[in-house]
């Protein structure tokens, strides 16, 4: 999880969507970034409060301490190039403007956005697929979806003036990877 805060923050509310990630596992990150100092110092505050009241305080403080952190950052760009070069699982925009913010990046398993739509809400009850890309992969994976339990099949059927055009294009392709048998499926039928 990643949560992106402004000045305009809830820093007890962003400390618990930080915490409810971090019990998952002694694995899971926890990473806020904020362009106000003053909210990363209240969110340690809350995160050191919060943890001392939770079950699973230990899972709690391993994983705060090998996988998270706060990171202060000079810009809400900076945050949103950040957060796409990292690609959370769960990405929550806690901000003025979380469409705004939204729209400058790409790479999140789930958008959360603003203080009102929290990760919990969204594991529950909102809706979205609870099985989200981890690790970084949301840089080329989705949530699982529909499309994920639809077969697709992919159909070819070019007359013979386009694939007398495209032939030539093949075979160069094939031959580049040294498939033979391949260009010689091309060049064959560019014979006449």
């Known amino acids: 999880t990643m949560v992106i805060a402004d000045a305009d923050a809830n820093p007890a509310w ?14 899971a990150s926890a990473i806020l970034l904020t362009t106000d100092a003053e909210m990363a110092k209240k969110v340690q505050v809350e995160v050191a409060e919060q943890t001392a009241k939770l079950s699973r305080e230990e899972i709690i403080e391993a ?29 929550c925009l806690a901000v003025r403007d979380p469409k705004a913010l939204m ?4 790479n999140a398993g ?15 009850v909102a809706g979205p697929s609870h099985v989200m890309p981890t690790g970084g992969t949301a840089r080329f994976a989705s949530p699982l979806n529909l499309l994920d339990f639809v077969k697709v099949s992919s159909v070819v059927a070019l007359d013979p003036d386009t ?9 160069d392709f094939a031959d580049t990877e040294q498939l033979t048998a391949h260009a010689n499926a091309s060049k064959i039928r560019m014979k006449k």
Do not use: R, W
């Open 163 to 171: 694939a007398a055009a495209l032939s030539p294009i093949a075979a």
């Open 14 to 27: 962003v400390a618990a969507d930080l915490l409810a990630q971090a019990e998952h596992d002694v694995q």
């Open 63 to 91: 994983s705060l301490e090998n996988k998270s952190g706060i990171v202060i950052v000079d810009t809400l760009e900076e945050a949103a190039q950040l957060a796409n070069d990292y690609a959370a699982e769960h990405l």
């Open 103 to 106: 729209d400058q990046i790409n």
């Open 110 to 124: 789930g958008f959360f956005l603003g203080e009102h739509s929290f990760e919990a809400l969204g594991d529950y």
